[in-house]
Nanobody, 126 residues
Framework: VQLQASGGGLVQAGGSLRLSCAPS????????MGWFRQAPGKEREFVAA???????HYTDSVKGRFTMSRDNTKNTVYLQMNSLKPEDTAVYYC?????????????????????WGQGTQVTVSS
């Protein structure tokens, strides 16, 4: 299974970007999907996740600015990032639970996800 992430780039603070992730396995967008990020010298951290039901979860630092969504007709999940800040600079990774069931308490845990994309760089300049 491959996860193709795209949409990263360089943007000024306050700007917007939309990341996309398309799993090669068509059914995977109906599983829990997540976005994580890793800044230089830091641990990979949870950003957002979306359930098969459409329920989404966010880390506190992006609530109200980022929105994760899913388009099953295009087999793609998105991360709309608005009001970007320099501290959002990181490599963003798309992840899929695959056939795993992720309980709520583990949805922010990278170990709960089975498949990962290659990452896309997001750089926010001040």
């Amino acid at each position: 299974v491959q996860l193709q992430a795209s949409g990263g780039g360089l943007v000024q603070a306050g700007g917007s970007l939309r990341l996309s992730c398309a799993p090669s396995e068509r059914t995977f967008t109906r599983k829990t999907m997540g976005w994580f990020r890793q800044a230089p010298g830091k641990e990979r951290e949870f950003v957002a996740a979306i359930r098969w039901t459409g329920t989404s979860h966010y880390t506190d630092s992006v609530k109200g600015r980022f929105t994760m969504s899913r388009d099953n007709t295009k087999n793609t999940v998105y991360l709309q990032m608005n009001s970007l800040k320099p501290e959002d600079t990181a490599v963003y990774y798309c992840a899929s639970a695959g056939d795993r069931e992720i309980i709520l308490s583990s949805i922010r845990d990278s170990d709960a996800y089975a498949y990962w994309g290659q990452g896309t760089q997001v750089t926010v300049s001040s």
